[in-house]
């Protein structure tokens, strides 16, 4: 018979490999939204190592936004300081989670 696949996990990688699975995403967009999840998280956790508290979008200081865009590993190249490097990634990765969001629950 069919295998009964769950969709109801708390571990929210977990999920997205789950519901890829059930063919509710196609294994492109649950990379998309996993790797969105990663950057995320990482942004988050680097907030939080820097200020001691839990805030989901990078300061307004820009020595602070640099200080974390090179935590995170981007560096200075030829066409973007690190922090802009990390800014962009961040607005891809927002981009592209609308997109699926849309596409999948929008119908647009």
Known sequence: GKRKISLRLSNTLRSLSAL????????????????????????????????????????????????IARLLGYTDSES????EALRLAIQAAMMETRRIFQHRFQGS
């Not at 492109?28 to 998280?41: C, F, G, N």
């Not at 973007?80 to 922090?83: C, G, L, Q, S, V």
């Open 20 to 67: 890829a699975a059930a063919r509710c995403l196609d294994n492109a967009e649950a990379d998309s939204l996993s790797d969105a999840y990663i950057l995320l998280s990482r942004v988050r956790n680097a907030i939080w190592l820097q200020t001691g508290q839990p805030q989901d979008s990078l300061p307004a200081d820009p020595v602070r936004r640099r200080a």
């Open 80 to 83: 973007a300081p690190a922090e």
